[in-house]
């Protein structure tokens, strides 16, 4: 069972930035595909990004530009990159990964995100 914990989370000012990080526990996060969601209050869970095993980069199309995902291997990590945030930006981020695409297998618990006006 993979176990995945975020952090980085917290308030920020509209126009800001923040890096989420996600470490994943095992020895072959290597091989899993890892992604970032998010949901806000009464809304449903959204795709935000998502990086292959092999590290190709896959966004939803109103984040591109803004969001960049990536992964260290060594350190069992996905991070998200947020900057020029919004207050719509603001939701519960979570980490997420798979073996095969089509089936995200395992969850983080999440970490909220603020963004002040």
């Known amino acids: 069972q993979v176990q995945l914990v975020e952090s980085g989370g917290g308030l920020v000012q509209a126009g800001g930035s923040l890096r989420l990080s996600c470490v994943a526990s095992?020895?072959?996060?290597?091989?899993?595909?890892m992604g970032w969601f998010r949901q806000a209050p009464g809304k449903e869970r959204e795709f935000v990004a998502r990086i292959s095993a092999g590290g190709a980069t896959y966004y939803t199309d109103s984040l591109k530009g803004r969001f960049t995902i990536s992964r260290d291997n060594a350190k069992n990590t996905v991070y998200l990159q947020m900057n020029s945030l919004k207050p719509e930006d603001t939701a519960v981020y979570l980490c997420a990964g798979y073996v095969q695409y089509g089936t995200w297998g395992f969850w983080g618990q999440g970490t909220q995100v603020t963004v002040s006006s």
């Open positions: 095992g020895r072959t996060f290597s091989s899993y595909g």
